[in-house]
């Protein structure tokens, strides 16, 4: 049974930093790309970043040089690294792999980005 667990979320005022981590468990964590979702209030989820097992990465347009996404497959955990945060970066974000063609997600964990 795949389960994928986020945590790291929380309040931070602009221009702050935050790191997000996800725990993988029932995959063979290293031989799957890994990829960060998020979604706002009334906004559709959108693709924030990606790792591949080989460990090439990436990023959304609106994240790029702001956000880095990284994995230790001993720990089977990815992680988002978020600096300069923004007010509009402030969402639910969510850990995603598709095993078997199929989406499999985590909880999410909120992030906060206001003064």
């Known amino acids: 049974q795949v389960q994928l667990v986020e945590s790291g979320g929380g309040l931070v005022q602009p221009g702050g930093s935050l790191r997000l981590s996800c725990v993988a468990s029932g995959i063979n964590f290293s031989l799957y790309t890994m990829y960060w979702f998020r979604q706002a209030p009334g906004k559709q989820r959108d693709m924030v970043a990606a790792?591949?097992?080989?460990?090439?990465?990436n990023y959304a347009g609106s994240v790029k040089g702001r956000f880095t996404i990284s994995r230790d497959n001993v720990k089977n955990t990815i992680y988002l690294q978020m600096n300069s945060l923004k007010p509009e970066d402030t969402a639910v974000y969510y850990c995603?792999?598709?095993?078997?063609?199929?989406?499999?997600w985590g909880q999410g964990t909120l992030v906060t980005v206001s003064e």
């Open positions: 995603n792999v598709r095993v078997m063609d199929s989406e499999r």
């Open positions: 790792i591949t097992s080989r460990g090439s990465t």
